[in-house]
């Protein structure tokens, strides 16, 4: 079954959502972070099409295949540095935000590596990204 376009429905609500990545593109937050981070929320959400957009993204700012590939178990992996870890930590505490919320552990960690105005933006981004994840997945169906 033909699921609806919300972008062709609803462009008023893909401007909005391009708003905020329109704040994104002016975090402080490096830019090949943020691709991680959004590639993350997307393996977690299983959204297919998101995870290709941000594996590719990700390799055209200069990411290797195998810190790409490795993002899926990324606590395994000796590939990213303490401050990575703190995003991944809380990208994936707000992507499963029904579980434990953003916990108060994984919070404290972010303070060790990013300012409050980072940590907005960081706590923005998971949520962006879980909110193409969702959508994406809605209009596509199994």
């Given at each position: 079954?033909?699921?609806?376009?919300?972008?062709?429905?609803?462009?008023?609500?893909?401007?909005?959502?391009?708003?905020?990545?329109?704040?994104?593109?002016?975090?402080?937050?490096?830019?090949?972070?943020?691709?991680?981070?959004?590639?993350?929320?997307?393996?977690?959400?299983?959204?297919?099409?998101?995870?290709?957009?941000?594996?590719?993204?990700?390799?055209?700012?200069?990411?290797?295949?195998?810190?790409?590939?490795?993002?899926?178990?990324?606590?395994?992996?000796?590939?990213?540095?303490?401050?990575?870890?703190?995003?991944?930590?809380?990208?994936?505490?707000?992507?499963?935000?029904?579980?434990?919320?953003?916990?108060?552990?994984?919070?404290?960690?972010?303070?060790?590596?990013?300012?409050e105005e980072e940590i907005a933006q960081l706590i923005m981004l998971g949520a962006l990204i879980n909110?193409?994840?969702r959508m994406g997945i809605s209009m596509a169906g199994d």
């Amino acid at each position: 079954m033909a699921r609806v376009d919300i972008q062709a429905i609803q462009p008023e609500a893909y401007k909005a959502m391009f708003g905020l990545e329109a704040y994104m593109a002016k975090s402080s937050i490096e830019k090949n972070l943020q691709e991680l981070v959004r590639l993350r929320a997307s393996v977690i959400n299983g959204c297919q099409f998101c995870t290709g957009m941000h594996s590719t993204a990700a390799a055209e700012l200069g990411e290797s295949q195998e810190r790409i590939n490795a993002i899926s178990n990324w606590q395994e992996s000796e590939l990213f540095s303490d401050k990575e870890r703190a995003a991944l930590a809380a990208v994936d505490d707000i992507t499963n935000i029904a579980d434990a919320g953003l916990r108060d552990e994984t919070y404290s960690r972010l303070g060790e590596f990013f300012s409050e105005e980072e940590i907005a933006q960081l706590i923005m981004l998971g949520a962006l990204i879980n909110a193409w994840n969702r959508m994406g997945i809605s209009m596509a169906g199994d």
